[in-house]
T-cell receptor, first 112, second 114 residues
Framework: KQEVTQIPAALSVPEGENLVLNCSFTDSAIYNLQWFRQDPGKGLTSLLLIQSSQREQTSGRLNASLDKSSGRSTLYIAASQPGDSATYLCAVRPPGNTPLVFGKGTRLSVIA | SAVISQKPSRDICQRGTSLTIQCQVDSQVTMMFWYRQQPGQSLTLIATANQGSEATYESGFVIDKFPISRPNLTFSTLTVSNMSPEDSSIYLC???????????FGPGTRLTVT
């Protein structure tokens, strides 16, 4: 059974710092991996989607990498801003017609 | 991308009553899902809403408690039946156009049962 773990559970950094969020999954047989952002009391916003054949995806200050063989992904946020404060969720899509499997998220606070 | 809206955005309901949540996607999608997120927790999948057939429920969720409809490729409803305070959660609708594409989420419905 696929399991997704995100470390750390919470992170507090000063504004301007570069940071890395980690995601690991137990079964390397995945279709793709998606990073989401969730603000308190809100829905999820898709940040980046990485297909299993890809190594990384970039969007603005965000860069996500995928190492499928080792079961790991990282989300790199450059020059963090207070507006980046949110919970970041990692989810993998197993093969077949199956739903996403989510990690528990990393709660990020960027302090001005 | 796909834009998903949900109604209502929040509600306060009495124990024993039922609430139907509507989910509308701005374009046709292949798969639609319903999730629950309890306070401080991650997402739990309730079911996959199948067009024209019964929804596929995850372990621990049953049709009598969470009936789901999906009459077409852009709309679905989730009913929370015979509610108890334990049903207080955020309920999220989600959709994707296919396994290789992004999955999108609605803004959620915050349900409080008193």
């Amino acid at each position: 059974k696929q399991e997704v773990t995100q470390i750390p559970a919470a992170l507090s950094v000063p504004e301007g710092e570069n940071l890395v969020l980690n995601c690991s999954f137990t079964d390397s047989a995945i279709y793709n991996l998606q990073w989401f952002r969730q603000d308190p009391g809100k829905g999820l916003t898709s940040l980046l989607l990485i297909q299993s054949s890809q190594r990384e995806q970039t969007s603005g200050r965000l860069n996500a990498s995928l190492d499928k063989s080792s079961g790991r992904s990282t989300l790199y946020i450059a020059a963090s801003q207070p507006g980046d404060s949110a919970t970041y969720l990692c989810a993998v899509r197993p093969p077949g017609n199956t739903p996403l499997v989510f990690g528990k998220g990393t709660r990020l606070s960027v302090i001005a | 991308s796909a834009v998903i809206s949900q109604k209502p955005s929040r509600d306060i309901c009495q124990r024993g009553t039922s609430l139907t949540i509507q989910c509308q996607v701005d374009s046709q999608v292949t798969m639609m899902f319903w999730y629950r997120q309890q306070p401080g927790q991650s997402l739990t999948l309730i079911a996959t809403a199948n067009q024209g057939s019964e929804a596929t429920y995850e372990s621990g969720f049953v049709i009598d408690k969470f009936p789901i409809s999906r009459p077409n490729l852009t709309f679905s409803t989730l009913t929370v039946s015979n509610m108890s305070p334990e049903d207080s959660s955020i309920y999220l609708c989600s959709a994707t156009r296919g396994l290789g594409t992004e999955q999108y989420f609605g803004p959620g419905t915050r349900l409080t049962v008193t």
